[in-house]
């Protein structure tokens, strides 16, 4: 039977899902990362391989680092630049000679995935994540007080958001922005993290690089970091994989451009190279109604190899959704699966030796005992990601059973 390879982000020694638990739940990859070593470092091959051997020791394999962290002076073209670009290049290194052969990354500005609601409710009881675009208008025209932010958002979207921000309490603006700059970036290896003393000055300065970084140049600064590591990457047989835009379009004045069907082909013309790829994200790149996940997911598959699957659900704005689990929602998850299984068997055809597609339940509804424990990380339940392994595996069973029989 061919499937995606199920995988599982694992966060190391404090999260509170193990080892021994994902070899319960049928687990066959790991997907995790040195997150104690700080961004700009070089990962040193010792420590790799003791991470590397704890998870083969319990019959699974490390199959995507997710993520080498991309530090700010990469991003802005910083004095540090080539320094951490070369400690990063040391790193593939390190990885390829590991016999680790994936590596997930994001080139988003100072933040990485934005929601702005924690515990959105489900029907049934469970809550989740969404993202309300008059909040996140809210939080930083009224709250961050962006310099020139409102100029930045059309009359009716400063209209609405001036109503979200008035039925709000100085304690829940509060909440509103720790929640987006410090509490959902803090276990990822975020800018700004909780030690800060004014932690809101701090995001403003990290935001202040970026003033004169337009698409464009933020497109060049990319390039330049793509073509530094392609030639190791080819010589280690490691395969980048840049992750898109969360949500997919430009926020707090800074370009964003990883969220669309162009950017994605900018990128495959930028550095042509197999190694020069893309982590799929259906949660992400759903962000844009208008990104057509089928034709994306079916013109780049030979460049695709990381899965992360989600569905969402649009509501009021065109900008807002929430994250409805892993099947059901606005997305057709079967037909974006099959698009994949395809092109698994295509791989194999062809003796391409980056076959199991890892696939793993991005984010998850929080249900049953996930309710009673701040345990896990925002966004990454026990039970809820369970049963969107669950649901995904079955769909892949599925699927597989209708192709053999083409």
Known sequence: MDKLEKAWRWFGDNDAVTLDHLVQMGIE???T????????????????????????DKGMRWTA??????????????????EHIENYRKTIQNLGECGIDTVCYNFMPVLDWCRTILDYPHVGGGIGLCFDYPTFVAFDVFILKRPGAENYYSA????????????MTPEQAETLCYNIIVATQGFINGAVDSSASDYKEV???????????DKEQYRANLKYFIDALIPVCEKYGVNLAIHPDDPPYPILGMPRIMGCYDDMEWLEKANPSFHNGITFCTGSLSGRPENDMVAMASRFADRIHF?????TRYIGHT????????????????????????????????????W??????????????????????????????????????????????????E
């Open 29 to 31: 990859g790991v997907v």
């Open 33 to 56: 990362a040195l997150h104690h070593l700080p961004t700009g470092v070089m990962w040193p091959k010792d420590a790799i391989i003791r991470r590397k051997h704890r998870i083969e």
């Open 65 to 82: 680092v997710e993520s080498v962290p991309v530090s700010e002076d990469i991003k802005t073209a910083g004095s540090r630049r080539d």
């Open 156 to 167: 009716e979207d400063l209209a609405e958001a001036e109503k979200v921000f008035a039925a």
């Open 203 to 213: 995001f403003l300065y990290y935001i202040s690089r970026y003033k004169d970084i």
């Open 307 to 311: 899965l992360h699957l989600r569905n």
């Open 319 to 354: 900008r807002s959704f929430y994250e409805s689990g892993h099947l059901y929602g606005d997305l057709d998850m079967p037909a974006i699966v099959e698009v994949f299984m395809r092109e698994q068997r295509r791989r194999i055809a062809v003796g391409r030796t980056d």
């Open 356 to 405: 199991r597609m890892p696939v793993r339940p991005d984010h998850g509804i929080r249900i049953l005992n996930d309710l009673d424990a701040d345990k896990y990380n925002i966004g990454y339940p026990l039970n809820g990601r369970l049963r969107g392994i669950a649901e995904l595996d079955g769909l892949m069973v599925g699927i597989d059973r209708m192709l053999s029989r």
